[in-house]
């Protein structure tokens, strides 16, 4: 996605170069948020990590891990060791500053998963709008952003999702390609028969040439029982020619896309085991989604397979 500026609250932050506002759900884990919501995040974790724990950690699978955006969305999740991390970036820039990050339990590889094909790599001056898909001109005159000069195309070779043998499970899909999401997922039927959640790039303007409407994404997700859960994160543009002195992110009223978070089986908790329903937990408290992490807490605690009194404390961690 574009490099965009955040808000939570009435916290400010900075203006984005990019003429773009993204509104974040979990704006206390990935943009550090307020002393209280840093506090109240921390305690949240440590209940989490007493509750979730013994049921292994979550692993993560990253397509697009480009860190443009700052913090990864369950970096909670590493920075209390709950997490194994497989991320993919094609762009080496990218992929650099990702080994820069030195993450523990993380392994990340420069290429591009896709349908296991060579395709063409638009790069535009802003790499967060680099994408198989050229940006589509009648987009680029009505929105008001920048940095979409193409710089160059380069063919790059793809690797089905299926075919990565080093992936054994997925219980995490983040995935944020610029239109190439449903490729993926059509390559990655398999692996993803067992993930528990994915968070994912919902496109609710077109932005490229070709790439798939959102119907037939929602359609892919919702055959194989992913339910939508909650919006992480919004993507809004003022109109081009609109900007005046004075205006501030409020008039950012044009939707664009926005990461959707759709969670397997969320109305029929009964067809997950006890260890999916845990790390479910543990991930959902990681993305900042506590009402979920409570959720799976209290489902547990039914099954006899966590203490108790850990509700008492997830309620007093969550009113922090």
């Not at 974790?45 to 292994?56: C, E, I, L, T, Y």
């Not at 979550?58 to 699978?61: A, L, P, Y």
């Not at 209290?298 to 039914?302: C, D």
């Given at each position: 996605?574009?490099?965009?500026?955040?808000?939570?609250?009435?916290?400010?932050?900075?203006?984005?170069?990019?003429?773009?506002?993204?509104?974040?759900?979990?704006?206390?884990?990935?943009?550090?948020?307020?002393?209280?919501?840093?506090?109240?995040?921390?305690?949240i974790?440590?209940?989490?990590?007493?509750?979730?724990?013994?049921?292994?950690r979550?692993?993560?699978?990253d397509?697009?891990?480009?860190?443009?955006?700052?913090?990864?969305?369950?970096?909670?999740?590493?920075?209390?060791?709950?997490?194994?991390?497989?991320?993919?970036?094609?762009?080496?820039?990218?992929?650099?500053?990702?080994?820069?990050?030195?993450?523990?339990?993380?392994?990340?590889v420069?290429?591009a998963?896709?349908?296991?094909?060579?395709?063409?790599?638009?790069?535009?001056?802003?790499?967060?709008?680099?994408?198989?898909?050229?940006?589509?001109?009648?987009?680029?005159?009505?929105?008001?952003?920048?940095?979409?000069?193409?710089?160059?195309?380069?063919?790059i070779?793809?690797?089905?999702?299926?075919?990565?043998?080093?992936?054994?499970?997925?219980?995490?899909?983040?995935?944020?390609?610029?239109?190439?999401?449903?490729?993926?997922?059509?390559?990655?039927?398999?692996?993803?028969?067992?993930?528990?959640?994915?968070?994912?790039?919902?496109?609710?303007?077109?932005?490229?040439?070709?790439?798939?409407?959102?119907?037939?994404?929602l359609?892919?997700?919702?055959?194989?029982?992913?339910?939508?859960?909650?919006?992480?994160?919004?993507?809004?543009?003022?109109?081009?020619?609109?900007?005046?002195?004075?205006?501030?992110?409020?008039?950012?009223?044009?939707?664009?896309?926005?990461?959707?978070?759709?969670?397997?089986?969320?109305?029929?908790?009964?067809?997950?085991?006890?260890?999916?329903?845990?790390?479910?937990?543990?991930?959902?408290?990681?993305?900042?989604?506590?009402?979920?992490?409570?959720?799976?807490l209290?489902?547990?605690?039914?099954a006899?397979?966590?203490?108790?009194?850990?509700?008492?404390?997830?309620?007093?961690?969550?009113?922090?």
């Open positions: 996605m574009q490099t965009a500026d955040g808000e939570s609250g009435t916290a400010k932050a900075p203006q984005s170069l990019f003429g773009v506002v993204r509104y974040r759900a979990n704006t206390a884990v990935r943009m550090g948020g307020t002393i209280q919501e840093r506090y109240k995040m921390t305690q974790m440590d209940v989490a990590r007493k509750a979730f724990s013994p049921f292994g979550v692993k993560v699978v397509i697009g891990a480009n860190p443009i955006g700052g913090d990864a969305p369950y970096q909670a999740l590493i920075d209390n060791d709950m997490c194994s991390l497989y991320g993919f970036e094609p762009q080496l820039e990218a992929y650099e500053k990702l080994l820069d990050l030195d993450h523990p339990n993380a392994t990340y420069n290429a998963v896709g349908d296991g094909k060579s395709h063409k790599l638009h790069i535009y001056r802003q790499d967060g709008l680099s994408s198989f898909f050229p940006l589509r001109q009648a987009n680029i005159d009505t929105l008001n952003f920048s940095g979409h000069e193409l710089v160059r195309t380069v063919e070779p793809t690797v089905r999702l299926d075919d990565i043998k080093e992936i054994d499970r997925i219980d995490f899909l983040k995935i944020d390609t610029q239109g190439a999401e449903l490729m993926i997922l059509n390559n990655g039927d398999t692996k993803m028969k067992a993930a528990l959640a994915v968070q994912i790039e919902m496109r609710f303007l077109q932005l490229y040439d070709g790439e798939p409407g959102l119907g037939k994404l359609d892919w997700l919702s055959v194989r029982d992913f339910e939508f859960h909650n919006l992480l994160v919004l993507t809004r543009f003022m109109l081009r020619g609109t900007r005046r002195p004075g205006f501030n992110r409020r008039m950012k009223h044009q939707v664009g896309d926005g990461d959707g978070l759709f969670v397997r089986n969320l109305t029929a908790f009964d067809k997950l085991t006890p260890e999916e329903i845990g790390r479910l937990g543990a991930l959902a408290c990681g993305l900042g989604q506590s009402n979920l992490g409570f959720y799976c209290l489902h547990l605690i039914k006899g397979q966590v203490d108790p009194a850990l509700e008492a404390d997830m309620v007093a961690a969550i009113l922090a």
